[in-house]
């Protein structure tokens, strides 16, 4: 009886770890293109605990914009040549799977001079940084992989994700011991 016990609250906190994770719309209504002011993306991203498991949405007009995932050199100076991967289909899901910085920029024309880029930093469940490098799974759909749906951003359940799966699982362990 124990061991189905523990398979299912393993199964629990799997699901849990899910059904937590949040759906960001970059940009939320403006959405990833050329904004008015060049700060605009660091300011959407300033109120966010991105979180390993998250999801990013890039929406925007394909042939006018792209996703490009690059270094911090690439993103501080607006290099567009030779980025870690460019995605030019939207909407470009990227799950967040690893803790740290990252970086992406648009490489259409002045589009990351005139503040089209974002930088996020990706902490783990617990909320702790752990440096890492890369950490972006694309899960566009049609590209063989599957998305999930889960809540949005601001509604009650994203809004206490985090603290309902830290008190689910902190419940598990200690009924499992």
Known sequence: MAGVFKTVTCMFLVLAAVVFAEDYDVGDDTEWARPSDPKFYDTWAA???LRVGDELEFDFTAGRHDVAVVTKDAYEN???EKPLRVMMT????????TTGPQYYICTFGDHCRFGQKLSINVVGAGGATTPAAGGTTPTTPGAGTTTTTTPTAGSAASTLGGASFLVA???????LF
């Open 47 to 49: 109120g966010k605990t």
């Open 78 to 80: 607006c290099v567009k």
């Open 169 to 175: 699982f902190v419940s598990a362990v200690v009924a």
């Open 90 to 97: 939207p909407p470009v899901k990227i799950m967040l799977n």
